[in-house]
């Protein structure tokens, strides 16, 4: 492979690489493209999400900038974010400011009051302003206000918008079998996204919740964990993706309370952890398209690549890769600029130590078997 300001320009044999041109040998190894993280929070630096509204941005963009880099030490060269990242930080990162994944962000999550990305605790008094803005995401209801809402993620250059439909783990009123936002207002900011020619995540458990979701024209279901037949089909007819987080669970069950998940909220993990892999494997046979997610808080961020292991169990490893490569970059409309090494696409590489189609096992163990990070033509890890 031959790469030129960041760019593949040929693959193949026989290549004549420039006088001045970086030589990376790669013999009894294998070269593998840059990963892609479907869904991450990168400003996520405790699981205590509620507080992430009191820190100062400055203190936050500085917890983001270690965890952006070490996402990018374990491979995964484009992360999708979605909740808490914005225009800043993306612009920080393309412009070669700091360390890390080229960043798709959402902006800020939509949350009805009580919703999942409401942080509030029961005895805390209503939001003066109605459209309150709570760590990674704010809170608004009705449906014209959703409508301003989503349009001013994207006038704040959004990709996609991230809407709350449905309970979670890590908010303190809610309970993760309720649905969130009525169909008016789920239908209201996917027309909006429309509109803007972009599109809607949903964060979804249920199979009700993500039913209602999909039935309101959302493109990507995040998590899942309890999906019936009809989500299925569902997914099928729309040919809408499904983005499971199935290594945040188990990271949250042992190691959740040590770093800042309240109790309350460490008791709803359970209720969803061990169906994850029932209803990834009922996605798979099926032939749902499934992208790669991650979904860690705090110091569990360390984890991320432990996904591919998790997967592996229901899935062959060449499908999980598929996940972090191509079926990602078509998730998020970058199909033949990243997640494969082709003529035009990014210059975005791992060298491993083992063979990825076969064996989940090296990419799960980034420090001991993924031997350099090449992102637009430079080596970040060597």
């Not at 492979?1 to 960041?6: C, K, P, T």
């Amino acid at each position: 492979m031959l790469a030129v300001d960041g760019r593949v320009v040929e693959v193949g044999r026989g290549l004549r690489a420039p006088d001045d041109a970086i030589v990376l040998d790669a013999r009894g190894l294998r070269v593998v493209p840059g990963l892609i993280d479907c869904h991450v929070h990168v400003n996520a630096a405790t699981a205590d999400l509620a507080s992430l509204s009191r820190w100062p941005a400055s203190y936050t963009t500085a917890h983001a900038a270690r965890l952006m880099r070490d996402m990018l030490h374990r491979g995964f060269t484009t992360v999708r974010d979605t909740g808490g990242a914005d225009f800043g930080l993306a612009r920080a990162q393309a412009e070669g400011l700091l360390d890390g994944p080229r960043i798709v962000f959402g902006g800020k999550a939509l949350s009805q009051t009580g919703g999942h990305g409401d942080g509030r605790s029961s005895g805390e008094q209503a939001y003066e302003d109605p459209c309150h803005h709570l760590g990674l995401g704010r809170v608004v209801d009705g449906v014209d206000a959703v409508r301003v809402a989503a349009r001013d993620e994207l006038r704040k250059g959004a990709h996609h918008i991230k809407v709350m439909a449905g309970g979670g783990v890590a908010s303190p009123t809610d309970r993760i079998d309720s649905t969130q936002y009525s169909m008016d207002e789920l239908r209201a900011i996917v027309d909006e996204a429309h509109a803007a020619n972009r599109y809607v995540a949903a964060h979804a458990y249920t199979a009700r919740s993500v039913n209602r979701a999909l039935e309101a024209g959302v493109r990507t279901i995040e998590h899942g964990n309890l999906i019936d037949d009809r989500s299925v089909s569902l997914l099928l007819s729309s040919g809408a993706f499904l983005v499971p987080t199935l290594v945040t669970y188990w990271a949250l069950q042992d190691e959740g309370r040590t770093f800042g998940l309240p109790e309350d909220s460490w008791r709803k993990v359970a209720e969803v952890l061990d169906a994850g892999l029932g209803a990834l494997e009922r996605a798979f046979r099926a032939g749902v398209r499934i992208a790669y997610g991650s979904d860690l808080l705090g110091g569990m961020q360390r984890h991320q690549s432990r996904e591919f292991r998790i997967r592996a169990e229901v899935q062959p490893p060449a499908e999980v890769l598929r996940s972090a490569t191509t079926v990602a970059a078509d998730l998020l409309g970058m199909a033949g600029e990243i997640g494969v090494i082709a003529p035009g696409a990014h210059a975005d590489l791992l060298l491993v130590d083992g063979d990825p189609l076969t064996d989940a096992g090296p990419l799960s163990t980034p420090d001991t078997h993924v031997r350099t990070v090449v992102q637009a033509g430079t080596i970040v890890e060597r």
